[in-house]
């Protein structure tokens, strides 16, 4: 099975920060990547698909990029509804989680 | 509306067996690929299972041999019979419909977009 890591594990922010997550695959996953957004007692929430395209209806200060084996995930402006845990999964070879992000208020 | 419910979870003791089903509503399970995901407590999401909608499966490597994926079409349910239960297979076990991208003349399914609520399975003696 193709191994996703997330860095960091957890994040501290302030509401208007820039925040950036990080995803590497232990094998090429090329452009099938997808972002979540996971709040307690909720399902979670598609941002991001194909590594780069917005989910409908997501705010555009979500973003991603990458391809092969490295991924970005940024906030542009985080939001007081954006502290949640992220997490990046591959759909290149079957599907695997990363681990989660927990971005949290400083 | 579209609707997924899972039942079947509770306290198995180690090397039990235990059924979860998810009965659909709102769509049709067979005509979508449909799958299993779990959280233990305090970690995060992990990939159980999936059955195609030609009736192939996946099996996480943690769970294969051990977990089988299934589908009654004339319930529009789905199950995931559970064999020879640890400690680690402790978790909430959610049901998913996965959506899917075109891909030239492909589909990529690239994410879960229909989650049920989750029912809860403790492996403990």
């Known amino acids: 099975d193709i191994q996703m890591t997330q860095s960091p594990s957890t994040l501290s922010a302030s509401v208007g920060d820039r925040v950036t997550i990080t995803c590497r695959a232990s094998?090429?996953?090329?452009?099938?990547l997808t972002w979540y957004q996971h709040k307690p007692g909720k399902a979670p929430k598609v941002l991001i698909y194909?590594?780069?395209t917005l989910e409908s209806g997501v705010p555009s200060r979500f973003s991603g990029s990458g391809s092969g084996t490295e991924f970005t995930l940024t906030i542009s402006s985080l939001q007081p509804d954006d502290f949640a845990t992220y997490y990046c999964?591959?759909?290149?070879?079957?599907?695997?989680f990363g681990q989660g992000t927990k971005v949290e208020i400083k | 509306e579209v609707q997924l419910v899972e039942s079947g979870g509770g306290l198995i003791q180690p090397g039990g067996s235990l059924r979860l089903s998810c009965a659909a509503s709102?769509?049709?399970?067979?005509?979508?690929?449909m799958g299993w995901v779990r959280q233990a407590p305090g970690k995060g999401l992990e990939w159980v299972s999936v059955?195609?909608?030609?009736?192939?499966?996946y099996y996480a490597d943690s769970v294969k041999g051990r977990f089988t994926v299934s589908r009654d079409n004339s319930k529009n349910t789905l199950y995931l019979e559970m064999d020879t239960l640890r400690a680690e297979d402790t978790a909430v076990y959610f049901c998913?419909?996965?959506?899917?991208?075109?891909?030239?003349?492909?589909?990529?399914?690239?994410?879960?977009?229909?989650w049920g609520q989750g029912t809860t399975v403790t492996v403990s003696s």
């Open positions: 998913a419909r996965m959506g899917s991208h075109r891909d030239g003349w492909d589909y990529r399914y690239y994410a879960v977009d229909v």
């Open positions: 709102g769509f049709t399970v067979s005509s979508n690929y």
């Open positions: 059955i195609y909608r030609g009736g192939g499966s």
């Open positions: 094998q090429s996953v090329s452009r099938w």
């Open positions: 999964q591959q759909y290149n070879n079957y599907w695997t």
């Open positions: 194909e590594a780069t």
